[in-house]
């Protein structure tokens, strides 16, 4: 059973940074990309970042300059360093992961961690 487990969410002043984590445990034989999505009340969601297995990155064009994601393969963890927020970036923030556990890739989405920006 393969699980993402994000962390890092928060309440956090406009301005300010944070950092999600999102771990992957169980059976897992490889990860190919991993990313973030967020959706914010009563919108669809969005792509914010993603990362290949061989680190390379794409972005919304509205966190451009502001979010770095990055991965640590030794521990199946991809990471979120957010800055500069704004208010607009309130959202649940979801990890989502394509990962080989056993014979067939799968896609995985972790539960979700809730981003607050205030004004």
């Known amino acids: 059973q393969v699980q993402l487990v994000e962390s890092g969410g928060g309440l956090v002043q406009a301005g300010g940074s944070l950092r999600l984590s999102c771990a992957a445990s169980?059976?897992?034989?490889?990860?190919?990309?991993m990313g973030w999505y967020r959706q914010a009340p009563g919108k669809q969601r969005e792509l914010v970042a993603r990362?290949?297995?061989?680190?390379?990155?794409n972005y919304a064009d509205s966190v451009k300059g502001r979010f770095t994601i990055s991965r640590d393969d030794t521990k199946n963890t991809v990471y979120l360093q957010m800055s500069s927020l704004y208010p607009e970036d309130t959202a649940v923030y979801y990890c989502?992961?394509?990962?080989?556990?056993?014979?067939?890739?799968?896609?995985?989405w972790g539960q979700g961690t809730q981003v607050t920006v205030s004004s």
């Open positions: 990362i290949t297995s061989g680190h390379n990155t």
């Open positions: 989502n992961a394509d990962i080989l556990p056993l014979s067939v890739w799968t896609n995985y």
């Open positions: 169980g059976s897992i034989r490889k990860i190919n990309t």
